[in-house]
Protein backbone atom coordinates (compact mmCIF):
# COMPACT_ATOMS: atom_id res chain seq x y z
CA UNK A 1 0.00 0.00 0.00
CA UNK A 2 0.89 3.42 -0.24
CA UNK A 3 1.32 6.09 2.47
CA UNK A 4 2.69 9.76 2.62
CA UNK A 5 2.82 11.53 5.41
CA UNK A 6 3.04 15.67 5.73
CA UNK A 7 4.02 16.16 9.50
CA UNK A 8 3.65 19.35 9.63
CA UNK A 9 -0.14 20.56 10.19
CA UNK A 10 0.64 24.02 9.75
CA UNK A 11 3.39 26.61 9.88
CA UNK A 12 3.52 30.25 10.10
CA UNK A 13 6.60 32.63 8.87
CA UNK A 14 7.32 35.93 8.33
CA UNK A 15 7.58 37.42 4.90
CA UNK A 16 11.25 37.00 3.39
CA UNK A 17 12.11 34.25 5.80
CA UNK A 18 12.42 30.33 3.93
CA UNK A 19 10.50 27.81 4.55
CA UNK A 20 10.49 23.81 4.01
CA UNK A 21 7.77 21.56 3.92
CA UNK A 22 8.59 18.07 4.37
CA UNK A 23 7.52 14.84 2.70
CA UNK A 24 7.23 11.02 3.29
CA UNK A 25 6.41 8.50 1.72
CA UNK A 26 6.12 4.92 1.43
CA UNK A 27 5.98 2.47 -1.50
CA UNK A 28 7.10 -0.94 -2.54
CA UNK A 29 6.97 -0.24 -5.54
CA UNK A 30 10.71 0.29 -7.72
CA UNK A 31 8.98 2.66 -10.39
CA UNK A 32 6.90 5.77 -8.85
CA UNK A 33 5.79 9.74 -9.58
CA UNK A 34 6.02 12.30 -6.50
CA UNK A 35 4.33 15.65 -7.37
CA UNK A 36 3.30 18.60 -4.99
CA UNK A 37 0.17 20.56 -5.43
CA UNK A 38 -0.72 23.91 -4.01
CA UNK A 39 -4.53 24.29 -3.10
CA UNK A 40 -5.08 28.34 -2.07
CA UNK A 41 -8.03 29.54 -0.91
CA UNK A 42 -9.99 29.04 -3.91
CA UNK A 43 -9.80 25.72 -3.95
CA UNK A 44 -8.35 24.29 -6.49
CA UNK A 45 -5.26 21.94 -6.53
CA UNK A 46 -1.86 23.72 -8.29
CA UNK A 47 0.27 21.42 -9.92
CA UNK A 48 4.03 22.83 -8.83
CA UNK A 49 6.03 19.65 -9.87
CA UNK A 50 6.51 15.89 -10.72
CA UNK A 51 9.69 13.88 -10.06
CA UNK A 52 10.25 10.13 -11.16
CA UNK A 53 11.49 7.70 -8.85
CA UNK A 54 14.51 7.39 -11.09
CA UNK A 55 15.60 10.96 -11.66
CA UNK A 56 17.19 12.02 -8.48
CA UNK A 57 18.50 15.41 -9.22
CA UNK A 58 17.55 18.31 -7.17
CA UNK A 59 15.25 21.33 -9.06
CA UNK A 60 14.77 24.45 -8.72
CA UNK A 61 12.22 26.84 -10.10
CA UNK A 62 12.33 30.64 -8.90
CA UNK A 63 11.64 30.70 -5.22
CA UNK A 64 10.86 27.41 -5.27
CA UNK A 65 13.49 24.06 -4.87
CA UNK A 66 12.74 20.67 -3.88
CA UNK A 67 14.52 18.06 -2.46
CA UNK A 68 13.98 14.38 -3.56
CA UNK A 69 16.18 11.77 -1.46
CA UNK A 70 15.42 7.86 -2.01
CA UNK A 71 17.56 6.77 0.96
CA UNK A 72 15.21 8.54 3.05
CA UNK A 73 11.82 8.16 1.51
CA UNK A 74 11.63 11.94 0.89
CA UNK A 75 10.24 14.73 -1.21
CA UNK A 76 10.94 18.11 0.77
CA UNK A 77 9.54 21.52 -0.89
CA UNK A 78 11.78 24.62 0.41
CA UNK A 79 10.22 28.17 -0.62
CA UNK A 80 12.90 30.90 -0.55
CA UNK A 81 11.77 34.30 0.51
CA UNK A 82 8.50 33.48 1.47
CA UNK A 83 5.61 36.27 0.53
CA UNK A 84 2.12 36.41 1.20
CA UNK A 85 1.04 35.27 -1.91
CA UNK A 86 2.76 32.14 -0.52
CA UNK A 87 0.19 31.01 2.02
CA UNK A 88 -2.15 27.86 0.65
CA UNK A 89 -1.98 24.47 1.66
CA UNK A 90 0.44 21.96 0.37
CA UNK A 91 0.10 18.69 -0.68
CA UNK A 92 2.47 16.05 -1.01
CA UNK A 93 1.34 13.34 -3.46
CA UNK A 94 2.27 9.65 -5.12
CA UNK A 95 1.52 7.70 -7.72
CA UNK A 96 2.71 4.55 -8.84
CA UNK A 97 2.23 2.15 -11.47
CA UNK A 98 1.01 -1.11 -9.96
CA UNK A 99 -2.47 -1.50 -10.71
CA UNK A 100 -2.44 1.17 -13.55
CA UNK A 101 -1.54 3.89 -12.07
CA UNK A 102 -4.79 5.49 -11.66
CA UNK A 103 -4.76 7.17 -8.33
CA UNK A 104 -2.72 9.91 -6.43
CA UNK A 105 -2.19 9.36 -2.93
CA UNK A 106 -1.79 12.63 -0.95
CA UNK A 107 -0.45 13.65 2.08
CA UNK A 108 -3.04 15.11 4.66
CA UNK A 109 -1.67 18.79 3.48
CA UNK A 110 0.47 21.36 5.61
CA UNK A 111 -1.27 24.70 6.16
CA UNK A 112 1.61 27.44 5.15
CA UNK A 113 0.64 31.51 6.53
CA UNK A 114 3.01 33.78 5.89
CA UNK A 115 2.35 36.84 7.33
CA UNK A 116 3.64 40.68 6.78
CA UNK B 1 -11.90 25.59 -21.96
CA UNK B 2 -9.08 26.79 -20.46
CA UNK B 3 -9.42 24.87 -17.45
CA UNK B 4 -11.12 22.23 -15.33
CA UNK B 5 -14.68 23.40 -14.55
CA UNK B 6 -17.42 22.05 -12.00
CA UNK B 7 -20.93 22.84 -11.00
CA UNK B 8 -22.19 24.06 -8.44
CA UNK B 9 -19.39 25.62 -6.48
CA UNK B 10 -21.83 24.63 -3.90
CA UNK B 11 -24.19 22.20 -2.60
CA UNK B 12 -26.57 21.88 -0.09
CA UNK B 13 -28.44 18.54 0.48
CA UNK B 14 -31.03 17.40 2.97
CA UNK B 15 -30.17 13.76 4.36
CA UNK B 16 -31.89 11.78 1.63
CA UNK B 17 -31.59 13.56 -0.92
CA UNK B 18 -30.12 12.72 -4.13
CA UNK B 19 -27.27 14.88 -5.95
CA UNK B 20 -25.56 15.04 -8.96
CA UNK B 21 -22.11 16.82 -9.33
CA UNK B 22 -20.60 17.90 -13.16
CA UNK B 23 -17.30 17.97 -14.42
CA UNK B 24 -15.86 19.52 -17.72
CA UNK B 25 -12.92 18.35 -17.77
CA UNK B 26 -10.18 20.36 -19.90
CA UNK B 27 -10.88 20.05 -23.94
CA UNK B 28 -9.10 16.64 -24.96
CA UNK B 29 -8.30 15.22 -22.18
CA UNK B 30 -8.40 11.43 -22.25
CA UNK B 31 -8.17 10.61 -18.10
CA UNK B 32 -10.89 12.01 -16.04
CA UNK B 33 -10.91 11.39 -12.33
CA UNK B 34 -13.07 12.29 -8.95
CA UNK B 35 -11.55 12.89 -5.60
CA UNK B 36 -13.11 13.05 -2.51
CA UNK B 37 -11.57 15.94 0.34
CA UNK B 38 -12.96 15.77 3.59
CA UNK B 39 -11.93 18.94 5.86
CA UNK B 40 -8.93 19.29 6.85
CA UNK B 41 -7.72 16.29 4.53
CA UNK B 42 -5.83 15.43 1.82
CA UNK B 43 -8.12 13.81 -1.52
CA UNK B 44 -8.92 10.92 -1.71
CA UNK B 45 -9.68 8.45 -4.86
CA UNK B 46 -13.05 8.00 -5.74
CA UNK B 47 -13.37 6.79 -9.76
CA UNK B 48 -11.26 7.01 -12.84
CA UNK B 49 -12.54 7.39 -16.65
CA UNK B 50 -10.37 6.52 -19.53
CA UNK B 51 -12.08 8.28 -22.28
CA UNK B 52 -16.14 6.69 -21.64
CA UNK B 53 -14.97 4.32 -19.77
CA UNK B 54 -14.47 3.59 -16.64
CA UNK B 55 -11.62 1.13 -15.59
CA UNK B 56 -11.21 1.77 -11.35
CA UNK B 57 -14.32 2.48 -9.04
CA UNK B 58 -12.29 0.69 -6.13
CA UNK B 59 -12.44 4.42 -4.44
CA UNK B 60 -16.14 4.72 -4.50
CA UNK B 61 -17.05 4.30 -0.66
CA UNK B 62 -20.44 2.80 -1.44
CA UNK B 63 -23.15 1.99 -3.27
CA UNK B 64 -24.97 5.00 -3.14
CA UNK B 65 -22.43 6.21 -5.31
CA UNK B 66 -22.19 6.29 -8.85
CA UNK B 67 -20.36 7.93 -11.94
CA UNK B 68 -20.55 8.42 -15.29
CA UNK B 69 -18.63 9.89 -18.25
CA UNK B 70 -21.38 8.97 -21.40
CA UNK B 71 -19.45 10.42 -24.49
CA UNK B 72 -15.82 11.00 -22.96
CA UNK B 73 -15.76 14.30 -22.47
CA UNK B 74 -18.24 15.54 -19.12
CA UNK B 75 -18.54 14.07 -16.07
CA UNK B 76 -21.39 13.14 -13.69
CA UNK B 77 -20.37 12.16 -10.24
CA UNK B 78 -24.46 11.43 -8.54
CA UNK B 79 -24.75 10.58 -4.70
CA UNK B 80 -27.97 8.82 -3.86
CA UNK B 81 -29.88 9.42 -0.79
CA UNK B 82 -27.18 11.49 1.05
CA UNK B 83 -25.79 10.66 4.51
CA UNK B 84 -23.97 13.55 6.72
CA UNK B 85 -20.63 11.49 6.22
CA UNK B 86 -20.97 12.63 2.32
CA UNK B 87 -20.20 16.03 3.40
CA UNK B 88 -17.09 17.43 1.40
CA UNK B 89 -15.33 18.72 -1.32
CA UNK B 90 -15.52 16.51 -4.48
CA UNK B 91 -12.66 17.19 -7.10
CA UNK B 92 -12.59 16.42 -10.58
CA UNK B 93 -9.01 16.41 -12.41
CA UNK B 94 -8.33 15.61 -16.06
CA UNK B 95 -5.06 14.70 -17.70
CA UNK B 96 -3.76 14.28 -21.05
CA UNK B 97 -2.77 11.13 -21.37
CA UNK B 98 -3.51 7.03 -20.53
CA UNK B 99 -3.10 7.34 -16.85
CA UNK B 100 -1.03 4.15 -16.85
CA UNK B 101 1.49 6.16 -17.94
CA UNK B 102 2.07 7.49 -14.33
CA UNK B 103 4.12 10.74 -15.19
CA UNK B 104 1.11 11.98 -16.04
CA UNK B 105 -0.08 15.49 -13.88
CA UNK B 106 -3.29 15.51 -13.30
CA UNK B 107 -5.63 19.51 -13.74
CA UNK B 108 -7.68 19.97 -11.17
CA UNK B 109 -11.33 21.71 -10.96
CA UNK B 110 -12.16 24.22 -8.22
CA UNK B 111 -14.39 21.37 -6.61
CA UNK B 112 -17.87 21.09 -5.77
CA UNK B 113 -18.73 21.74 -1.71
CA UNK B 114 -21.56 19.32 -0.82
CA UNK B 115 -23.06 19.87 2.56
CA UNK B 116 -25.32 17.30 4.00
CA UNK B 117 -28.22 18.34 6.84
Known amino acids: AQKVTQAQTEISVVEKEDVTLDCVYETRDTTYYLFWYKQPPSGELVFLIR??????QNEISGRYSWNFQKSTSSFNFTITASQVVDSAVYFCALRTVTGGGNKLTFGTGTQLKVEL | GAGVSQSPRYKVAKRGQDVALRCDPISGHVSLFWYQQALGQGPEFLTYFQNEAQLDKSGLPSDRFFAERPEGSVSTLKIQRTQQEDSAVYLC???????????????FGQGTRLTVV
Open chain 2, 93 to 107: ASSTRVAARGRTEAF
Open chain 1, 51 to 56: RNSFDE
